[in-house]
């Protein structure tokens, strides 16, 4: 009988560890102020960060597997799924997103900044999440809202109880941005924003936002994630 305890305690234990830690939404800006090159930056970078070494191994060495999502999005009604929710378990994972992410079109070219109905949009995807520990939602972008409501909206009529929302933020000519993102999108008492040097510096902010975005901290007896 203590065998049979024994191995139901560890069964017990492996079922928790395995448990969903995290519900990742990736949220990338491909409205009008994208230009071709600078979306090409994007994509590369996006894929370049998910296969970083450091990144792989924030995501692959928790209490459990990182479940992943990503779109793209601009208008009102402008969002298209690149990766649909995934358990990234290995490196062939993420080698896997990464590679369709190389592969598929831009989703849209010639739309506006629509961000409340972006994270709106956002929301539904993680109604549909594997069930998680963790929501963080991470928007990209360069612009502000120019269509539709703002971000303090989407919060409070769509369901973002205990989500946090990070940013990332391409700086250019437009000193709005940087305040903007600080003072209206970033959401939940962990939410940070990073910061990329215009379009060639997308992905090594995109690394470091995943890097600290996914990777946990084992201090003692207790797990922080931040």
Not at 138 to 164: C, K, M, Q, W
Request: aromatic fraction near 8%; include cysteine; proline fraction near 3%.
């Amino acid at each position: 009988m203590r065998w049979l305890t024994a191995l139901g305690l560890a069964l017990w234990c492996s079922a928790v560890t395995a448990e969903c830690r995290l519900a990742l939404v990736l949220a990338v800006d491909v409205s009008s102020s994208v230009d071709e090159a600078e979306h090409a930056l994007q994509r590369r970078g996006l894929a370049a960060a998910l296969t970083d070494d450091g990144v792989a191994a924030a995501m692959l060495d928790g209490s459990g597997p990182v479940a992943l999502a990503i779109f793209e999005w601009s208008g009102r009604y402008q969002q298209k799924v690149l990766q649909d929710w995934r358990l990234i378990e290995t490196e062939a994972d993420l080698a896997a997103v990464a590679g369709q992410l190389l592969t598929l079109p831009r989703s849209f070219v010639e739309y506006p900044t629509a961000m409340g109905y972006a994270l709106g949009y956002a929301a539904g995807l993680l109604g549909r999440a594997p069930a998680c520990a963790r929501q963080v939602v991470d928007v990209s972008g360069d612009g502000i809202t120019n269509e539709g409501f703002r971000p303090r909206l989407a919060y409070e009529h769509f369901p973002f109880a205990g989500v946090t929302v990070n940013g990332l933020v391409v700086t250019g000519d437009d000193t709005r941005v940087v305040p903007y993102y600080q003072q209206e999108v970033l959401r939940g008492a962990l939410a940070f924003l990073e910061m990329a040097e215009g379009y060639d510096g997308f992905r090594a902010a995109m690394t470091r936002k995943l890097y600290r975005e996914t990777r946990e901290l084992v201090l003692g007896q207790s797990q922080v994630t931040d």
